[in-house]
């Protein structure tokens, strides 16, 4: 009896999982999406208004004074320079603390980088190696590791540490401007190291207060058109249900170019979260050459950035893209995208309440303006009426509103 209940179940789930009727599940781009409702909706007068009030509590939510603060964060905000902790760098170089995730990325910004010339370009190395700040005042240098960098202030326990190539994985060269050769009077290219797997963290009194993960595919193509993927995750406060979260994902492949990424903020009583995702499906040729052109046929995005009180949501589906070319060629030509085709679905929320919405096709109509757009329709609440638009015309307006 228990044995045919169990495959009733799970008979019942499959059902449940599958669209009956044999259909493909219905794209999101093809239903209108709901107007915005005189009364209801947000009024595009008060978008300044509530962005500001949103960005209020979100200052009130990381002022690290808050009763309200993480206590694991508090040490972290103290190395940063805001608020106080019980923590005093102040013999250690902190200049790349504040954007750690960039400066990971690139070395750790200056110190112990060594600056060679090779091939007609400067080279900036990873920084490796020791480097401590001692209790009385002085400092050492150690060549080790040589695959890393670690900076440590014996003063305030403070310790930052990356390791450039976990696993043995190779770093490699991603071109970064120029720069002035003073030896010789030339403008050279630079270049800077990258790793393609690497880990940091910052650790206080031994207790680790933040991490970072990067890994990259390089890709036959980097200095041209990126890394073919790319990964980047970290967190603050502690590891376990963080306080402070970040990830970020990036991939090209042959047919999708794909972005994503997601923070999260928590105090003691408050979270606050943001997402994005973008999928742009299309054709790519010639992408490691020098005529590289992505057309894409249809692009996906959505995303929401959730602050308590303040919950705001975007949504955008293009579908059946005709005539739309990333290329320098086609950029570089007049009215590149007079000709454009397709069609565009999209919302704006912001409490669950539509503020606005497009729907029709992106094609050029019947007029004599050539301007493509004119025949979706944007909907939006404002001075207390629903507003209906052609697109170009709602862009003037919706530009000028918020210019004010």
């Known amino acids: 009896m228990k044995r045919t209940a169990a495959l009733l179940t799970v008979g019942a789930l499959l059902l449940a999982s599958c669209d009956r009727t044999g259909r493909t599940p219905t794209d999101p781009a093809q239903k209108e999406p709901a107007a915005p409702v005189v ?120 310790r930052i540490e990356t390791s450039w190539k976990v696993g043995g994985a190779p770093t490699v060269w991603v071109n970064n401007g120029y720069t002035y050769d003073s030896s010789t009077g030339q403008v050279l290219p630079l270049q800077q190291e990258v790793p393609t797997n690497a880990t940091g963290s910052v650790t206080i009194s031994g207790k680790t207060v933040a991490g970072l993960k990067f890994s990259m595919t390089p890709g036959d193509c980097l200095n041209t058109a990126g890394p073919t993927a790319l990964t980047l995750s970290g967190w603050a406060g502690r590891e376990t249900n963080a306080p402070a979260k970040l990830d970020l994902t990036y991939a090209w492949t042959e047919k999708d170019v794909l972005l994503s990424g997601s923070a999260q903020y928590a105090t003691t009583k408050e979270k606050a979260a943001a997402s994005m995702k973008l999928t742009v499906t299309g054709t790519t040729s010639d992408r490691c050459g020098n005529a590289l052109t992505f057309t894409p046929t249809r692009a996906d995005l959505t995303g929401m950035l959730d602050i308590p009180s303040h919950k705001t949501e975007l949504n955008v589906y293009l579908r059946d893209l005709s005539n739309l070319e990333f290329s320098e060629k086609a950029m570089s030509a007049p009215n590149a995208l007079d000709k454009i085709g397709g069609t565009v679905n999209a919302a704006l929320t912001f409490n669950g309440k539509a503020v606005v919405t497009a729907f029709g096709p992106l094609a050029d109509g019947g007029d004599m303006d050539l301007q493509p757009g004119d025949q979706v329709a944007v909907k939006y609440v404002r001075d207390g009426k629903l507003i209906e638009k052609k697109l170009p015309d709602a862009l003037k307006d919706l530009s000028t509103l918020l210019a004010q």
């Open 39 to 158: 009364g209801q909706s947000l009024d595009v007068q008060d978008v300044t208004g509530t962005a500001q009030s949103a960005a209020k509590q979100l200052v009130a939510m990381t002022d690290p004074n808050s009763p309200n603060m993480d206590a694991d964060l508090k040490p972290l905000l103290g190395l940063l320079g805001m608020g106080s902790a019980p923590v005093r760098p102040n013999s250690l170089d902190l200049s790349g603390a504040a954007s750690f995730g960039k400066n990971f990325v690139q070395g750790l910004g200056g110190q112990g980088r060594v600056t060679t010339q090779a091939m007609g370009a400067v080279q900036e190395a990873l920084a490796t190696g020791t480097h401590t700040y001692t209790r009385n005042g002085g400092y050492q240098y150690s060549e080790l590791p040589r695959d890393g960098y670690v900076q440590i202030d014996e003063q305030s326990g403070v």
